[in-house]
């Protein structure tokens, strides 16, 4: 069965710092892979998307990059972070139906 | 961009019935999914609609008009677990299949 992984759960960075997070996918071949922000009481906020290795599109202008190593891996960074960017980041995948999300990784910029 | 609208928030009472309705721009249109998120977790997928008519899962049915742009998720026996934020997905033709998703309904079941 395929499953997702995403980590960290929590994090607490300060203004400047760089970022990093990390999804794995197991259990499939070349999924589409997404990265979602939610801010408090908002809807999901589409940041990036892969159709493949090596292939990011992003949504919206951002102090975010995206990056696809490996056919189930997508990794979210940032060299400074900002205070907007705190948020609820989700990481997802689909091959075509309904998107599976990881467990989500609460950031909190400070 | 298409835009997906749904209440922005709803109450009901315990062991009754509630409608979420979800609307969306009809151009293009592949399929609508309906997500449960809990607060501080991840959505977890409900139901699929590619076709007209009612999807029923226990106690959860999802509703599709596709000339309409319209689709309804309907809770019964409501049980103060399905206390959560509802989101309303869309797929469209041309856009990669990329889900673009409603703001989501935030509801509150009481005693």
């Known amino acids: 069965s395929q499953t997702i992984h995403q980590w960290p759960a929590t994090l607490v960075q300060p203004v400047g710092s760089p970022l990093s997070l990390e999804c794995t996918v197991e259990g499939t071949s070349n999924p589409n892979l997404y990265w979602y922000r939610q801010a408090a009481g908002r809807g999901l906020q589409l940041l990036f998307y892969s159709v493949g290795i090596g292939q990011i599109s992003s949504e919206v202008p951002q102090n975010l990059s995206a990056s696809r190593p490996q056919d189930r891996q997508f990794i979210l960074s940032s060299k400074k972070l900002l205070l907007s960017d705190s948020g609820f980041y989700l990481c997802?995948?689909?091959?075509?139906?309904?998107?599976?999300f990881g467990s989500g990784t609460r950031l909190t910029v400070v | 961009g298409q835009n997906i609208d749904q209440p922005t928030e709803m109450t009901a009472t315990e062991g009754a019935i509630v409608q979420i309705n979800c609307t969306y721009q009809?151009?293009?249109?592949?399929?609508l999914f309906w997500y449960q998120q809990h607060a501080g977790e991840a959505p977890t997928f409900l139901s699929y609609?590619?076709?007209?008519g009612l999807e029923e899962k226990g106690r959860f049915s999802s509703f599709l008009s596709r000339s309409k742009g319209y689709s309804y998720l309907l809770l019964k026996e409501l049980q103060m677990k399905d206390s959560a934020s509802y989101l309303c997905a869309v797929t469209f033709k041309g856009g990669s299949y990329i889900p673009t998703f409603g703001r989501g309904t935030s509801l509150i079941v009481h005693p």
């Open positions: 609609n590619v076709l007209d």
């Open positions: 997802a995948w689909s091959g075509g139906g309904p998107s599976t």
């Open positions: 009809t151009s293009g249109f592949n399929g």
